[in-house]
């Protein structure tokens, strides 16, 4: 019985020392912290991995002044003439979709992604966490 608690304190320690090394050496988020990423957010960094179809959800004037290359332009006031364009891209190759705006404060992207959400159930949809910056 001696040998069974010394086996199971043993078996204690080393887990607790595993992660203990993963929380603090960063490996790992503590389990109590907050996720940095809502859901349905995405990293620029990661999300140019996946090689995605840009939407630049900001108003026409500055989706004309810059852009991320190739980004189309959707936001409410051209909903009804740029939804079709946006299909058609992913029709023609289906890959993820990631939408942004202007910053961090700006929840234009998460509503347009939303709203995507709904009219393209079959796609994966992200908006950009912190937005873009030209």
Known sequence: MALLIKELTLICVLTLLGASF???SGLTQPPWSASELEA???????????NPIWVDAR????????HIEGALSLNDSNWDSQIFD?????????????????????DTSKQIAERLRMDLPDAEIYSLHGGWQP
């Open 59 to 66: 108003p026409e004037v500055d989706y004309e002044t810059a």
């Open 86 to 106: 946006l299909m058609g891209a992913w029709l023609e190759s289906p890959q993820p979709i990631v939408v942004y705006c202007s910053s961090a404060s700006c």
């Open 22 to 24: 993963s929380i603090f």
């Open 40 to 50: 349905g957010e995405i990293h620029q960094v990661d999300a140019e991995v996946i």
